[in-house]
């Protein structure tokens, strides 16, 4: 069964910092991974998605990676500010309509 | 918008209410699916609708009634619902393995 991971739940950091956020999974038969960001009380926005043949997928000042065969992903946030407050969730997709979220980082950026 | 709109955003009923909620999607998706979002917990998904027929039913109590006219649009009608249902209900599309799009929501209160 297929079971994603997030760590750690929550995070604090001045604005500035460079962050990684970190997404695992128990299974690599995957068909792509979906890093999500939801600002409370609202929908989930897509940031980035990685199919199972990329190894990394880059937005501005994101930057996702794959790594299948470990289990891992992490999105990678430059210059935090402010207005990434949010929480962060993963999601692989493992074919036939399953998609399974983790359940989230909430990240929280010190002005 | 994000191409999957969702209506109405808030919505308070009480215990002996019919409501509905609705979900539309222009991105030309074949796929299209109800999550609940409670408090500090996972996303739950609750049906999942392919080519406007039901594949997946999460084992959702009958108070909760999807129905998909076509491809498009999305419901879910509410009736004698319970305190506990109260939570943020959102639909979501997608395309093969394109990754999911969103809606905005619906904050249901459930008095």
């Known amino acids: 069964k297929q079971e994603v991971t997030q760590i750690p739940a929550a995070l604090s950091v001045p604005e500035g910092e460079n962050l990684v956020l970190n997404c695992s999974f128990t299974?690599?038969?995957?068909?792509?991974l979906q890093w999500f960001r939801q600002d409370p009380g609202k929908g989930l926005t897509s940031l980035l998605l990685?199919?199972?043949?990329?190894r990394e997928q880059t937005s501005g000042r994101l930057n996702a990676s794959l790594d299948k065969s470990s289990g891992r992903s992490t999105l990678y946030i430059a210059a935090s500010q402010p207005g990434d407050s949010a929480t962060y969730l993963c999601?692989?997709?493992?074919?036939?309509?399953?998609?399974?979220f983790g359940a989230g980082t909430r990240l929280f950026v010190k002005a | 918008e994000t191409g999957v709109t969702q209506t109405p955003r808030h919505l308070v009923m009480g215990m002996t209410n019919k409501k509905s909620l609705k979900c539309e999607q222009h991105l030309g998706h074949n796929a299209m699916y109800w999550y609940k979002q409670s408090a500090k917990k996972p996303l739950e998904l609750m049906f999942v609708y392919s080519l406007e027929e039901r594949v997946e039913n999460n084992s959702v109590p009958s108070r909760f009634s999807p129905e998909c006219p076509n491809s498009s649009h999305l419901f879910l009608h509410l009736h004698t619902l319970q305190p506990e249902d109260s939570a943020l209900y959102l639909c979501?599309?997608?395309?093969?393995?394109?990754?999911?799009?969103f809606g905005s929501g619906t904050r249901l209160t459930v008095v």
């Open positions: 999601a692989v997709y493992t074919g036939g309509f399953k998609t399974i």
């Open positions: 979501a599309s997608s395309q093969g393995t394109d990754g999911y799009t």
């Open positions: 299974d690599s038969a995957i068909y792509n």
């Open positions: 990685i199919q199972s043949s990329q």
